[in-house]
């Protein structure tokens, strides 16, 4: 059964418009593991516009579940990370004027400073994840660089409108996966998924073990509340009718 990780980078979102102390991302994550989520991931992005520093040390310390940390590949993150010890790294590339993580990684760019990432973290007995979008040369290059797994980006399917584009993108993820799983590497996806759009995710992208889903269920989570949004989640990824 494929493992949903609910991110809660948005919860984080809506107490810093206001700078204050609520919505509490560990509260969110708290109802979220009694739901049923297999993990929690938070992203601490360098320029901290959601989640903050005391916020991953308390969601270590406090939820029961696996703990995902999405970082950028810099010092300053490695060092975070291996104060915390979570239970897995996702490593994403950034940009500051984002709204959000844009692609995937190009690992090519950077092989020998991700090689000595992984090996920090993974002397640790912390997961190596990277993200990246499903390409054949990234996924090799993931595992040459020994990452534990590929996190494919579905955020290209999720945006296509056109039933054409739809294909190509679930074929490419498609593609990415197999090769993936050959070569040994674990695999993961996320980016953009919702009630919507994960049921083709689902039947077409095999060996998928994570997903990562965060603004749907957060935001879903305003109309129906965080425990009930997620359950939802995971019925549909069961393949149950919401
Ligand atoms: N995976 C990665 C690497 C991400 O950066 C994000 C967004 O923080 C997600 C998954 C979750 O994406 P969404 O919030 O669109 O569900």
């Keep these: 059964m494929i493992k949903l990780f609910v991110n809660i980078d948005h919860v984080a979102t809506v107490r810093e418009a206001r700078k204050t102390y609520e919505p509490d991302p560990l509260e969110a994550a708290i109802i979220a593991e009694k739901a049923g989520a297999y993990g929690i991931t938070a992203h601490l992005r360098e320029d901290r516009r959601h989640v903050q520093d005391n916020d991953i040390r308390r969601l270590k310390d406090q939820i029961t579940t696996p703990l995902n940390l999405e970082m950028a ?30 692609g995937g990684l190009n690992i090519m760019e950077q092989e ?87 049921p083709a995710i689902i039947h077409n992208v095999p060996w998928i073990e994570e997903l990562n889903i965060g603004h749907h269920i957060v935001s879903r989570s305003i109309y129906v509340g965080i425990d009930q949004s997620v359950r939802d989640m995971i019925n549909c990824i069961q393949g149950k009718i919401i």
Aim: glycine content about 6%; aromatic content about 6%.
């Design 73 to 102: 590949a810099v010092d300053e993150m490695v060092e975070i990370a291996i104060a915390t010890k979570p239970f897995q790294v996702s490593i994403v590339p950034e940009n500051r004027q984002e709204i959000t993580t844009e």
């Design 112 to 198: 020998d400073h991700l090689i000595e990432v992984g090996y920090q973290l993974k002397e640790r007995d912390i997961l190596f994840s990277l993200f990246i979008d499903p390409d054949a040369h990234q996924v090799k290059a993931a595992n040459r660089v020994k990452a534990d797994s590929i996190e494919l980006n579905t955020g290209p399917y999720s945006e296509s409108s056109s039933i054409d584009a739809n294909a190509q993108h679930l074929a490419q993820l498609r593609k990415a996966a197999v090769q993936a799983h050959e070569l040994g590497l674990r695999v993961f996806a996320g980016h953009g998924l919702t009630i919507g759009n994960v």
